[in-house]
């Protein structure tokens, strides 16, 4: 298993022991959105900010390798589905591990929904692919959302801490799951779960509220944050994920970092 660790380094702050992780699998669910027409400008901005990792399909490999610019790690996702389909929630596998690696990953990403019709293949599709990273040593960091006709509420302490709990069980080394609200429930499923669990940044909304629940979920035993749109689709994407790091690498309040991002000191 060393080569997870060795590969882990290359995603994750050596020193903190935390992440910031941007995903830009985007493109296969809604298609060249705003901030991603481009994806080695898309890339390079958030590198140049201290992002320790981006996330995406093949595609961000085949388009985006930028040859310039600071390092920044690579996920690879390997499941997908798009927003028009008969079923947004069912993803099916459509990459692998070892072509992943070819392709030159550091790691590779599962996305499964608890709770949706289609769960006991995403479920059996994420159990093959963890056996195959034990095999090759590569880290699997492991999506897992509450979604589906019973879940009335895909944050609710109960449903998230099952979601982050069944990806450790399955052989996961991270987890990206929904901030619950606040930062005591969000302990509960960070207690819960043996591997480091990552929040997922949602929708985007204002600078303020992003970084709030970015600071709740630390509080709560978060190991990062896995943030897009809210990354990607800001005015200064390099500004504000050093806003980010100020949070989850340095522990700053949220209030005090936004006043930081306004008054362009960041």
Request: one cysteine or more; a negative charge.
């Amino acid at each position: 298993m060393r080569g997870k660790d060795i590969r882990l380094e290359r995603i994750m702050n050596r020193n903190t022991r935390k992440t910031i992780i941007v995903p830009m699998d985007h493109g296969v669910t809604l298609g060249p959105i705003a901030g991603l027409v481009e994806l080695p400008d898309a890339v390079n901005s958030v590198a140049e900010g201290g992002a320790n990792a981006v996330l995406g399909h093949v595609g961000l490999a085949l388009h985006g390798h930028r040859q310039r610019g600071h390092d920044v790690g690579l996920i690879l996702h390997l499941s997908a589905s798009t927003a028009i389909g008969p079923d947004p929630n069912e993803k099916v596998l459509i990459n692998s591990v070892t072509n992943a690696l070819k392709m030159g990953a550091d790691a590779v990403s599962m996305h499964v929904n608890i709770g949706a019709d289609s769960e006991a293949q995403m479920l059996a599709d994420l159990g093959h692919v963890s056996i195959e990273c034990m095999e090759w040593g590569v880290p699997l960091l492991a999506m897992m959302y509450p979604r589906g006709r019973n879940i009335k509420d895909e944050h609710a302490v109960e449903h998230v801490s099952l979601a982050a709990r069944v990806a450790a069980e399955l052989g996961a080394d991270l987890v990206k799951t929904n901030y619950t609200g606040d930062p005591d429930t969000f302990r509960e499923v960070t207690k819960g779960c043996p591997v480091p669990v990552v929040v997922a940044g949602g929708s985007k909304t204002d600078d303020l509220t992003t970084l709030e629940l970015i600071e709740g979920s630390m509080e709560g035993g978060a190991a990062g944050l896995s943030i897009g749109r809210n990354a990607f689709q800001h005015e200064n994407p390099a500004a504000f994920v050093r806003a980010c790091a100020k949070i989850v690498h340095e522990g700053l309040s949220a209030v005090e970092v936004n006043e930081m991002l306004k008054g362009g000191m960041i």
